[in-house]
């Protein structure tokens, strides 16, 4: 925890907060805001890690919630700052219907500024998506964009879908009149694909590749870059972003800010055998074998067996066609405008975020090393 003579007198609510992205916020959160006096953390399902973090300065308190339900939503924000609003849907392989997945992510960011305009809490930061973005339907590459690259932001996928309408509402928010007659002041960041300790689809390939004999299969051309981000900046940024929404309101409030760092630029899978290759795997060279025709087909064959096998099972595989589409297009950003707006810059250096995520990947259980 940081040693402070600031005056703690801010609470922050963050959702989601027990979530992967969630627990590394409330912990930055605890560690980087030396003004904070209460952190409310409420999430549908709370970890037990909770309970360590109550023995500090700050008050931590666990709120079990579901952001669909407007009440406890209003209940939890009343007498926050700031909210963080992490908490979503995170589904793109057919686990949830859509319609759940518009609930909780559209519904669910209503609700939370619904709750900000009632109880007259004055900062929200959402935690949006890259994927508001793209990749696109039409497979259309963004190459170290930023946010004004022009760009056809055209989706049909529920989860994008939801991000996009979720950060609409959040910026159209921006400047309401909350209780106490004080403006609104609302801003999105849009992380790339986020990695580090607790990253559910890491732990997967992790799994995969022990199950296959120590082997993965490249399956994405190499030249294909993948925008990723290491989760400690991705927290960093939001607890930068949410000290400087009151000073800067002018400049941040309303505004969209991708959200990245100096992880290098690589395809999905080369990116991960930065971690799973230190942890004894090896990406076996298939594309000859496997061109993109078959794995297209392999794909919407996936999509189909999900589709036949719904009323007896769940049967929900990392390759469907939508994860291919987003694996196959180049997709990376490239920007200065957080940095210009509110002074980010990465707290974790490339070198640090590999280590740490290697060295959770190894304390893995099951884990080769
Ligand atoms: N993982 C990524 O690569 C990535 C990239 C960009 C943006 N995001 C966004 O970051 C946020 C966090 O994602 P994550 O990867 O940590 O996912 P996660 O699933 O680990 O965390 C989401 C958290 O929200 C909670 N939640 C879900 N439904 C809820 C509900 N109805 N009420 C209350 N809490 C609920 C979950 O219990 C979970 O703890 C999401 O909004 C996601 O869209 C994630
Ligand atoms: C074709 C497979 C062979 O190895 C690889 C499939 C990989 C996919 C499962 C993932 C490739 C890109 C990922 C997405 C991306 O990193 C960004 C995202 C945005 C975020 O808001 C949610 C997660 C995700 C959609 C992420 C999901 C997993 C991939 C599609």
């Given at each position: 925890m940081?040693?402070?003579?600031e005056v703690r007198n801010l609470v922050y609510l963050v959702t989601g907060g027990c979530g992967f992205l969630g627990e590394h916020v409330v912990r930055m959160l605890l560690q980087r805001e030396p003004r904070l006096s209460e952190l409310r953390v409420f999430d549908l399902h709370l970890g037990p890690w909770l309970e360590e973090l109550k023995r500090g300065p700050v008050q931590v308190t666990a709120i079990q919630g579901d952001v669909t339900q407007a009440h406890e939503v209003a209940a939890a924000v009343a007498g926050a700052h700031v909210v963080?609003?992490?908490?979503?849907?995170?589904?793109?392989?057919g686990r949830a219907s859509p319609e759940t997945i518009h609930k909780v992510n559209v519904q669910g960011t209503k609700n939370v500024i619904e709750a900000c305009v009632q109880t007259g809490t004055r900062f929200l930061v959402y935690t949006s998506s890259?994927?508001?973005?793209?990749?696109?339907?039409?497979?259309?590459?963004?190459?170290?964009?930023?946010e004004d690259t022009p760009y056809e932001a055209v989706h049909k996928h529920p989860y994008p879908c939801s991000k996009a309408q979720a950060e609409r509402l959040v910026l159209e928010a921006n400047g309401r009149e909350v209780r106490g007659g004080?403006?609104?002041?609302?801003?999105?960041?849009?992380?790339?694909?986020?990695?580090?300790?607790?990253h559910q689809i890491m732990r997967d390939f992790y799994h995969q590749g022990l199950r296959l004999g120590g082997r993965l299969f490249r399956a994405i051309p190499a030249s294909v870059e993948h925008g990723r981000v290491y989760v400690g900046n991705v927290a960093w940024m939001h607890v930068l972003v949410a000290r400087e929404l009151e000073r800067r309101a002018a400049l941040v409030g309303g505004q969209v800010y991708f959200?990245?760092?100096?992880?290098?630029?690589?395809?999905?899978?080369?990116?991960?055998?930065?971690?799973?290759g230190p942890c004894g795997l090896r990406l076996l060279e298939t594309r000859l074998l496997a061109p993109y025709w078959l794995l297209m087909l392999l794909a919407t064959l996936n999509a189909l067996l999900q589709w036949l096998l719904r009323p007896l099972l769940l049967y929900a595989p990392l390759l469907n066609p939508y994860t291919l589409a987003v694996a196959n297009t180049t997709f990376t950003v490239s920007t200065d405008k957080a940095q210009?707006?509110?002074?980010?810059?990465p707290l974790f250096s490339w070198e640090d975020s590999r280590t740490r995520t290697i060295r959770w990947v190894q304390a893995m259980e099951g884990s080769a090393q």
């Open positions: 940081a040693e402070s003579t963080i609003h992490a908490a979503g849907l995170v589904d793109v392989f890259m994927e508001v973005v793209g990749p696109n339907i039409k497979g259309h590459p963004f190459y170290r964009g930023n004080l403006p609104l002041v609302t801003c999105a960041l849009r992380p790339t694909g986020i990695y580090g300790e607790g959200c990245y760092d100096k992880s290098p630029y690589k395809s999905y899978e080369d990116f991960n055998m930065e971690f799973l210009r707006h509110f002074g980010y810059e």
